[in-house]
Nanobody, 126 residues
Framework: QVQLVESGGGLVQAGGSLRLSCAAS????????MGWFRQAPGKEREFVAA????????YVADSVKGRFTISRDNAKNTVYLQMNSLKPEDTAVYYC???????????????????WGQGTQVTVSS
């Protein structure tokens, strides 16, 4: 069992930066893939970024590529999402997720993530 708690959300002006953190409990953190998803009001939840259990493979959505970076610290059981050059369209609730995903090609598949955090709000003002 893995429990996830996100933090770091808030209100920021367009062009600004935020770093989200996701602290995980459970002894299997270092063996599972981690991802970030987001859901804007009235829209479906969408994939943002993910990385393999070792951190050696990452996958980032085209909409945030070059602006967002995902990383993990297995010693701290924490995954991060560094968000730079934020845009108003990045406004959403951001969710951390974990799953036993073996193939890099599957890192963006939402249904493969078994554990979810409660979400943290990110609001980007224009």
């Amino acid at each position: 069992q893995v429990q996830l708690v996100e933090s770091g959300g808030g209100l920021v002006q367009a062009g600004g930066s935020l770093r989200l953190s996701c602290a995980a409990s459970g002894r299997t953190f270092s063996t599972i893939a981690m991802g970030w998803f987001r859901q804007a009001p009235g829209k479906e939840r969408e994939f943002v970024a993910a990385l393999s259990w070792s951190g050696s493979s990452t996958y980032v959505a085209d909409s945030v590529k070059g602006r967002f970076t995902i990383s993990r610290d297995n010693a701290k059981n924490t995954v991060y999402l560094q968000m730079n050059s934020l845009k108003p369209e990045d406004t959403a609730v951001y969710y951390c997720a974990a799953g036993r995903i073996s193939h890099v090609q599957e890192l963006g598949v939402m249904s493969l993530y078994n554990y979810w955090g409660q979400g943290t709000q990110v609001t980007v003002s224009s």
